[in-house]
């Protein structure tokens, strides 16, 4: 396999265009994606009719407008390429105005009451900053998604105004310090993307698994990450068969991905792609966790995308490395050789430092989901405390400002290995702290909150928007200045006694933090209820305002659709959880006391009564829990509908999270207790053994 050929070959990437678009048209084009000015209607016209041609030719039939609502996932309608020609013969067609208009029902997606059921129109405009690309024959043309009125009804468009937002801001940022050369700055990301593998046969026999995504009921296994061997080990064939073939997919589409490997629990493994714009990195990641799952199928097992699908073992992320560039190619986050130097490099730093500090709220609501609530504070992921480590060097560098002292860069250390063969290396200025939720790491930010099924849109919405609006603040004040380096001192220095309160390099796993963080004044937003109200406080709906990414309107919308999410999510999960003890749990545990009681019976009449003092202990010890299990049930079935008396959302998602979970939590206590009580021939469902070691290492 050549993967230079095959790499974007089902892209209509730029190569593709500049070989079949006429220079003009090109050139237009160009400008419309570099400049962000609109593309007139016979520019349209003819990279519509190449954009055809090619598709065809690459055996696709149909063409989509590729959109991402409210949903989490994203969403097509195809049509086909044909006209009637008469004489019951047809033409291939596509025009300028189906490539830059659609017209989906709106009033089928969530809107948050921006649109009434009888409200169905909605639109959908090709983003040109992204390439179309050829998926199973049809051609996918990436879109925005708004109303009628012109709302935003997608996770693309406000992400897009996010990105114009930053790239305005800090383009005054850059001319006070003489850069006249650049004329855009960009935001990128690379999402580390973690997954777990299953096979379908136990899949298949989870209708929690299948109607949730995670187990709501599961005894620990007797072997479960306790011995570490299967992080970074030798990854099993029939897994890399899969990761090769996912890998290839990718490729085709573009996709840059780079890294795989195993992951800290048995059955998980992550992929890790090279950084892209933004918006590009949304819609790539986005396919890829489209395609793990299609991938997975092929090769008879799951690919399970939830944050928590095991409880006992850790969850799935997506570390969001997040930082700015110029197009002349320059990472503003860079520190250089001597970052205590580089006042750029630091002013840009403290932007996002202040952004964490002023914004936590946002932040932390931003990767709130019912999902999400399991993973985090937990061993593998970052507390709910939004705090910034910086390591060692730039902390003594901002201290060293902060007292007004000169500082002096340490000589780059060795590292000795100790074995003579092998080569001394450089020690690294700043180590990763892998308990912190906003980590800088050399030339980044990686935000590492963000769930594993997520959307990277909400995140680098928030992001973009608040660096933004603290670089504005920033230009004001420089703009104003009469002696720019001094001004620009004093900013730097104010800002790090401001808001060094949120930098902490320590270990964020630690009650002592939890406890420090509260000192410092910091947020502890534990769940997504709590975290929700973050978004409508007066202070953060007015940079959202200012900026230009979310009017009122569309705040408040997806204020309500996000705490719509989280009850029906937990709605759901109990249901199921009703199902199964009902159907099949009560069922065997009452066949096992049958057996006992029989036991009892006949061993009673051949020996002795007391020859089944064991078995009566045993059957008395499942007959408690099986009471218990009956009465946890009941509590669960009643409070699950006395939800009906509840009408308000943010009502309903308290409800679930103060009332259901804890009554899911209690009954799912009885049932991990009864599973390694019961035999196994009569337990109903695949245990944790059974699915965390369904793959194994047999080959294809």
Request: glycine share 6%; net charge negative; proline share 4%.
């Amino acid at each position: 396999m050549d993967v230079t050929k095959i790499f974007g070959s089902m892209v209509f990437n730029d190569d593709v265009m500049k070989e079949r678009l006429p220079k003009d048209v090109y050139r237009v084009l160009h400008k419309t994606i570099d400049d962000g000015v609109h593309l007139q209607l016979d520019i349209a016209n003819v990279v519509a009719e190449a954009m055809k041609n090619w598709a065809i030719e690459k055996g696709a039939t149909h063409f989509t407008h590729w959109f991402q609502p409210m949903t989490g996932i994203t969403a097509e309608k195809h049509d086909g390429f044909i006209a009637p020609e008469g004489n019951g013969r047809v033409l291939m067609e596509f025009s300028g105005k189906e490539l830059v208009k659609g017209e989906p029902d709106a009033s089928s997606f969530p809107s948050g009451g921006l649109r009434a059921t009888f409200e169905a129109r909605g639109y959908t405009a090709w983003d040109p900053t992204s390439y179309a690309f050829i998926k199973d024959d049809t051609l996918c043309i990436p879109t925005a998604f708004c109303s009628y009125s012109g709302e935003a009804l997608d996770k693309k468009t406000p992400l897009l105004r996010s990105m114009q937002a930053l790239d305005k801001q800090a383009i005054r940022i850059l001319r006070l310090f003489g850069d006249t050369t650049a004329k855009r700055v960009m935001t990128t990301v690379g999402p580390e993307q973690e997954y777990f593998l299953i096979d379908c046969s136990v899949y298949k026999r989870r209708p929690d698994l299948i109607y949730t995504g995670r187990t709501l009921f599961g005894a620990k296994p007797p072997k479960g990450q306790e011995m570490e061997d299967h992080y970074f080990g030798m990854i099993k064939p029939r897994v890399k068969a899969y990761m090769k073939e996912l890998d290839e997919e990718l490729w085709k589409l573009g996709i840059l991905s780079k890294t795989e490997h195993n992951e800290v629990a048995p059955a998980q493994h992550e992929l890790a792609p090279i950084f892209s714009t933004t918006n590009i990195a949304t819609d790539h990641n986005q396919l890829t966790m489209e395609l793990m799952k299609i991938v997975a199928g092929k090769h008879h097992m799951v690919c399970l995308l939830h944050e928590k699908p095991f409880a006992g073992v850790n969850g799935s992320g997506k570390h969001n490395n997040w930082s700015m560039s110029t197009d002349t190619g320059k990472n503003l986050l860079e520190p250089g050789d001597t970052p205590s130097q580089n006042a750029q490099f630091l002013l840009f730093l403290m932007a996002v430092i202040k952004a964490v500090d002023e914004y936590q709220g946002l932040l932390r609501m931003s990767v709130a989901s019912a999902a999400n609530d399991h993973r985090l504070g937990a061993n593998e992921a970052p507390p709910a405390i939004m705090s910034v480590f910086i390591g060692d060097e730039l902390d003594a560098v901002l201290k060293s400002i902060e007292d007004g002292t000169d500082y002096h860069d340490p000589e780059k250390k060795l590292m000795s290995i100790g074995a003579t063969v092998l080569p001394h290396i450089p020690c690294d200025t700043t180590d990763r702290n892998r308990t912190s939720p906003v980590a800088f790491t050399g030339n980044k930010f990686e935000f590492r909150s963000l769930g594993s099924s997520a959307s990277i849109s909400g995140l680098n919405i928030v992001l973009n928007t608040i660096v933004a609006q603290t670089l504005s603040e920033y230009a004001a004040i420089l703009e104003q200045a009469d002696d720019f380096d001094a001004a620009l001192n004093k900013l730097i220095r104010d800002e790090i006694v401001k808001h060094k309160r949120v930098i902490f390099n320590g270990n964020g796993y630690s009650e002592e933090w939890v406890q420090e963080a509260e000192k410092r004044g910091l947020l502890n937003l534990k769940t997504t209820p709590d975290a929700l109200g973050s978004f409508i406080e007066p202070k953060n709906m007015k940079i959202f305002e200012d900026q230009g990414v979310y009017s009122e309107s569309e705040i408040k919308a997806r204020y309500e659709i996000l705490h719509e999410n989280y009850y029906k999510t937990i709605n759901i999960e109990a249901l199921t959880m009703i199902s199964m003890v009902k159907n099949n749990i009560t069922a065997a545990v009452a066949k096992y006391e049958a057996v006992l009681a029989d036991v009892i019976l006949k061993k009673s009449q051949v020996l002795s009564k007391d020859a089944c003092i064991a078995e009566e202990g045993l059957l008395k010890h499942i007959s408690r829990l099986a009471c218990s299990l009956q009465c946890k049930l009941a509590k669960l079935e009643e409070d699950v509908a006395k939800e009906k008396e509840l009408t308000d959302v943010v009502a309903l998602a308290k409800y679930h999270q103060e009332v259901i979970l804890a009554d899911m939590a209690a009954l799912r206590e009885v049932v991990d207790e009864l599973e390694p009580m019961i035999p196994s021939d009569l337990w109903p469902y695949p245990t944790y053994a059974e699915i965390l070691y369904s793959v194994r290492y047999q080959p294809v």
